[in-house]
């Protein structure tokens, strides 16, 4: 690729940002970082009754936060160029390839009924389009309510070659005259969009596949103002199980949603990297280094991706595994807090560190310790193992009790104390789940939890001895 290569992620700031724009903005980059070119943001805020307050400082903090940096420093914000655009619109009228449309909203619906009940698409029906060029520009001066379309040609097809579709043909026929000025004096996404790129020199567009039936119209916008058009790259669409597009109607979909629960942001970059992108390898975990070495176009689906929660589980997991116990306790800090759970940070560390090999996001650490921070309450008919009674439980218990007492402290570890206990148990004659099974349980409530000796080795020797008494004080 010889020109340098310069590309944009252009954001609406309607909210928060969507996973399936993540995933855009991250290919964009990654096109942009593979080739050694420059990544620019710009904000794409024509649509004024959409626009969330606080959304574009949002856009950017997300950003930032999942390494995407952009390399303008100055953003370009679509609303503060509106006399350029206006300009731009002109210039086509005055040129003969654009025209001031007159028709109401009313004409407009009833156009759109007639098409709808005859079958036909719905399509302008170029009333205003051979308008004397004079008598439009009174009407305008007069203060007449007006949009600009720009003409589309009527015969012939336009083509174009997708990055990642190939060749791809539209016939000029089912091309809307489209609008390119409302009426508002906003332009429309297909005019500011062109004139954004051409200034900004863009050289690839990458974009959801929505945008594809879009695209021959803002080929041919370039071709009226004369500029040499960017390649074009549409993305696949990403889907629900049920392959239809993915939208919050079947579950979260913004990114925001995703942290909130304990997904990390390197899981869910990684996870939407391969929403649409094979490496062609077995390969599943990537470095953001990694991403950019590897990533190409050529490699990416024509076809809808599925987005598998499960497969981001997994991956989460896998990310989750791979921090240091400091780390991992200090991402669960913050959902422990919420929950009212307080202690030391030593005690922390050791108490989520039970749960790190099992957990898939981190909020789900709240449920899964604590018992280590509350005593836990439970029907004492939990305790009984198999065939045994109360009796004999409360009896079993009592001698694990009585034999904990006199371990020393300096060697209260998970792997001295079940060297310890199973050779008592072996000595005792009794079966191991005549004897752990009730100590797990007296020391978490619960039938599934981490391991008596993982258990006792967080809690200490006091505490230990102390739900243990519990138990036996429960089955009286």
Same mark, same amino acid.
């Given at each position: 690729?010889?020109?340098?290569?310069?590309?944009?992620?252009?954001?609406?700031?309607?909210?928060?940002?969507?996973?399936?724009?993540?995933?855009?903005?991250?290919?964009?980059?990654?096109?942009?970082?593979?080739?050694?070119?420059?990544?620019?943001?710009?904000?794409?805020?024509?649509?004024?009754?959409?626009?969330?307050?606080?959304?574009?400082?949002?856009?950017?903090?997300?950003?930032?936060?999942?390494?995407?940096?952009?390399?303008?420093?100055?953003?370009?914000?679509?609303?503060?160029?509106?006399?350029?655009?206006?300009?731009?619109?002109?210039?086509?009228?005055?040129?003969?390839?654009?025209?001031?449309?007159?028709?109401?909203?009313?004409?407009?619906?009833?156009?759109?009924?007639?098409?709808?009940?005859?079958?036909?698409?719905?399509?302008?029906?170029?009333?205003?389009?051979?308008?004397?060029?004079?008598?439009?520009?009174?009407?305008?001066?007069?203060?007449?309510?007006?949009?600009?379309?720009?003409?589309?040609?009527?015969?012939?097809?336009?083509?174009?070659?997708?990055?990642?579709?190939?060749?791809?043909?539209? $016939?000029?026929?089912?091309? $809307? $005259?489209?609008?390119?000025?409302?009426?508002?004096?906003?332009?429309?996404?297909?005019?500011?969009?062109?004139?954004?790129?051409?200034?900004?020199?863009?050289?690839?567009?990458?974009?959801?596949?929505?945008?594809?039936?879009?695209?021959?119209?803002?080929?041919?916008?370039?071709?009226?103002?004369?500029?040499?058009?960017?390649?074009?790259?549409?993305?696949?669409?990403?889907?629900?199980?049920?392959?239809?597009?993915?939208?919050?109607?079947?579950?979260?979909?913004?990114?925001?949603?995703?942290?909130?629960?304990?997904?990390?942001?390197?899981?869910?970059?990684?996870?939407?990297?391969?929403?649409?992108?094979?490496?062609?390898?077995?390969?599943?975990?990537?470095?953001?280094?990694?991403?950019?070495?590897?990533?190409?176009?050529?490699?990416?689906?024509?076809?809808?991706?599925?987005? $598998?929660?499960?497969?981001?589980?997994?991956?989460?997991?896998?990310?989750?595994?791979?921090?240091?116990?400091?780390?991992?306790?200090?991402?669960?800090?913050?959902?422990?807090?919420?929950?009212?759970?307080?202690?030391?940070?030593?005690?922390?560390?050791?108490?989520?560190?039970?749960?790190?090999?099992?957990?898939?996001?981190?909020?789900?650490?709240?449920?899964?310790?604590?018992?280590?921070?509350?005593?836990?309450?439970?029907?004492?008919?939990?305790?009984?193992?198999?065939?045994?009674?109360?009796?004999?439980?409360?009896?079993?218990?009592?001698?694990?009790?009585?034999?904990?007492?006199?371990?020393?402290?300096?060697?209260?570890?998970?792997?001295?104390?079940?060297?310890?206990?199973?050779?008592?148990?072996?000595?005792?004659?009794?079966?191991?789940?005549?004897?752990?099974?009730?100590?797990?349980?007296?020391?978490?409530?619960?039938?599934?939890?981490?391991?008596?000796?993982?258990?006792?080795?967080?809690?200490?020797?006091?505490?230990?001895?102390?739900?243990?008494?519990?138990?036996?004080?429960?089955?009286?």
């Amino acid at each position: 690729m010889s020109a340098k290569v310069i590309t944009r992620f252009s954001p609406s700031p309607t909210g928060y940002l969507h996973i399936g724009s993540l995933r855009t903005a991250l290919y964009v980059f990654l096109f942009a970082r593979h080739h050694q070119g420059k990544f620019y943001l710009r904000i794409e805020d024509t649509d004024q009754k959409r626009k969330v307050e606080g959304a574009v400082e949002n856009l950017q903090s997300i950003l930032k936060f999942f390494g995407l940096n952009w390399d303008n420093e100055k953003i370009m914000i679509q609303s503060q160029r509106l006399a350029r655009y206006k300009q731009a619109a002109e210039q086509l009228v005055s040129e003969g390839k654009a025209y001031y449309c007159f028709c109401s909203e009313a004409r407009l619906a009833d156009l759109k009924k007639i098409q709808e009940q005859k079958k036909m698409p719905p399509m302008y029906d170029g009333k205003c389009r051979d308008l004397d060029l004079a008598e439009a520009a009174n009407r305008v001066a007069s203060g007449e309510p007006y949009v600009i379309r720009f003409k589309m040609p009527k015969t012939g097809q336009t083509e174009f070659t997708d990055l990642v579709r190939g060749r791809v043909i539209f $016939d000029n026929k089912v091309l $809307d $005259d489209q609008i390119i000025m409302k009426s508002d004096g906003y332009p429309t996404y297909h005019l500011a969009a062109i004139v954004d790129d051409h200034e900004m020199a863009i050289t690839h567009v990458i974009r959801a596949e929505e945008w594809l039936s879009s695209t021959p119209k803002h080929i041919l916008l370039y071709r009226a103002f004369g500029w040499p058009a960017p390649e074009f790259a549409h993305l696949p669409l990403n889907l629900n199980p049920d392959k239809s597009k993915l939208s919050k109607r079947q579950g979260d979909v913004a990114v925001e949603d995703f942290l909130k629960k304990g997904f990390l942001k390197e899981a869910l970059l990684n996870f939407v990297l391969l929403l649409g992108w094979n490496p062609g390898t077995d390969q599943e975990i990537f470095s953001l280094n990694e991403m950019i070495e590897q990533f190409s176009l050529e490699k990416v689906s024509k076809s809808g991706s599925v987005f $598998d929660v499960r497969k981001l589980e997994w991956l989460n997991g896998e990310y989750i595994r791979l921090k240091s116990p400091k780390e991992f306790a200090a991402l669960c800090q913050p959902y422990l807090a919420a929950a009212g759970i307080a202690a030391d940070d030593d005690y922390i560390e050791r108490a989520v560190a039970t749960e790190q090999k099992r957990v898939k996001v981190i909020s789900e650490i709240v449920a899964a310790t604590e018992f280590f921070f509350k005593e836990p309450s439970y029907d004492p008919e939990l305790l009984i193992w198999k065939k045994l009674n109360r009796k004999e439980t409360a009896q079993n218990l009592k001698m694990l009790a009585e034999r904990l007492s006199q371990i020393a402290e300096n060697k209260w570890q998970e792997r001295a104390l079940e060297d310890e206990i199973k050779d008592f148990i072996v000595a005792s004659g009794r079966g191991t789940g005549d004897l752990l099974w009730p100590m797990r349980v007296a020391l978490s409530g619960r039938k599934a939890s981490p391991g008596p000796f993982e258990i006792a080795a967080v809690l200490g020797q006091k505490n230990t001895l102390k739900r243990i008494n519990q138990a036996i004080d429960l089955l009286k």
